[in-house]
């Protein structure tokens, strides 16, 4: 390996642990009762992203929705087996759209001293887009993963591309 490819690889290494993925509501009982737009691409693209934040020794987070549809410690409130988490991977549990409301993450992020986000998950327009709005506003550089958020209404291309058209309005970049 020559010195450049060596020095680039450092300074990806670097960036990458300064970012975190956030893996939003990817649960059985969202992922398995319902078809998802483009549910294929939609793993394919999320467990890619793992890999590579993995790899490059990022922060992997999951997060978890509770309320009466997703009951903690049942089936449908665990996180869908066809996602690549480790046990030993951080999970925070939401009880709200916007996984910063009441819960750790910011302080997760800080002490890790993370200062650049990406959001994937479910859905698209709702916990998605309200965590991606969330962490700009608590001052954090916030990307959605294109591709890797979705949704099961019937309109659910439209309600992507709006989701990306607000996020976009509001600062918040589409990584690819």
Not at 13 to 39: F, H, V
Not at 72 to 81: G, K, L, Q, R
Not at 86 to 107: E, I, S, Y
Request: proline share 1%; charged share 20%; with cysteine.
């Amino acid at each position: 390996m020559g010195e450049n490819e060596t020095f680039f690889q450092y300074c990806t290494s670097i960036q990458y642990r300064m970012k975190a993925l956030i893996i939003i509501d990817i649960q059985n009982g969202l992922t398995q009762k319902k078809a998802l737009c483009n549910e294929s691409l939609f793993f394919e693209t999320v467990n890619r992203a793992i890999s590579l934040y993995r790899d490059a020794g990022a922060k992997i987070i999951f997060v978890q929705h509770n309320n009466n549809q997703l009951v903690a410690n049942t089936y449908d409130w665990e996180i869908d087996p066809r996602v690549h988490r480790r046990n030993d991977d951080c999970v925070v549990q939401k009880g709200h759209g916007n996984a910063f409301h009441l819960t750790p993450l910011r302080q997760i992020l800080l002490d890790g001293q993370i200062d650049s986000i990406t959001i994937c998950g479910l859905v698209s327009h709702g916990c998605v887009l309200a965590t991606c709005l969330g962490g700009k506003a608590e001052g954090f550089d916030t990307s959605v993963l294109k591709n890797g958020h979705t949704n099961w209404n019937k309109d659910a291309l439209r309600k992507i591309a709006d989701t990306e058209r607000v996020l976009a309005e509001n600062g918040i970049h589409l990584e690819e």
